[in-house]
């Protein structure tokens, strides 16, 4: 029945919890050359870097999580719904920060926009910028538009510095992109 919200009728028990996990390989070896290495364990989905760090080596990864730390069944089992905000720190796993939203509201995908005129190249630059992603109200069924300021220790924690209604619902799930300077009125 797809009157019913999935959030309303899903047996989480019955899925596997994703991670987030590094893996260290050679590909000229063909083989791994550490033991993968779990970052986080929060139901990590969508995960995000800044563009300009794509395929190079980065320190923070931006991702949706599950609204609490679900427990892990006996069985493997056991997820939570997407209901927060991670910033996975690669180099200190531990320093994990979360952002919950209220339980009613859903993540869509995290993207990444470094502030005006700062280089995320440059060393202690990377985390310069804000997260924007879309939060469906599943009570609602209205959705919003949120910034998140992530730059330094504790930044994502104190939650969004902006929050703006959309004119339309858009339900959890929808991927999103950001494009610097383009808009309706300059295609």
Aim: proline share 10%; net charge negative.
């Amino acid at each position: 029945d797809y009157s019913v919200p999935l959030w309303e009728t899903a047996n989480l028990d019955d899925y596997y919890p994703a991670k987030y996990v590094r893996l260290t390989v050679d590909p000229q070896a063909e083989s791994m050359v550490a033991p993968p290495q779990t970052l986080s364990k929060r139901d990590p989905e969508f995960p995000s870097i800044p563009t300009a760090l794509s395929a190079k080596a980065h320190r923070y990864a931006y991702t949706v999580g599950s609204h609490i730390q679900y427990p892990t069944l006996r069985d493997g089992k056991g997820k939570g719904l997407a209901g927060s905000l991670l910033k996975i720190d690669t180099a200190r796993p531990n320093r994990e920060e979360v952002y919950e939203f209220l339980p009613h509201e859903f993540v869509g995908e995290p993207f990444f926009v470094a502030k005006r005129g700062v280089d995320i190249t440059q060393p202690g630059c990377e985390d310069k910028g804000y997260l924007v992603c879309y939060i469906a109200n599943g009570r609602d069924l209205t959705t919003d538009l949120v910034i998140l300021d992530v730059e330094g220790p504790g930044a994502l924690e104190r939650g969004p510095v902006a929050r703006l209604r959309v004119p339309t619902y858009i339900p959890p799930g929808l991927h999103g992109t950001f494009v610097e300077g383009l808009s309706f009125e300059n295609p």
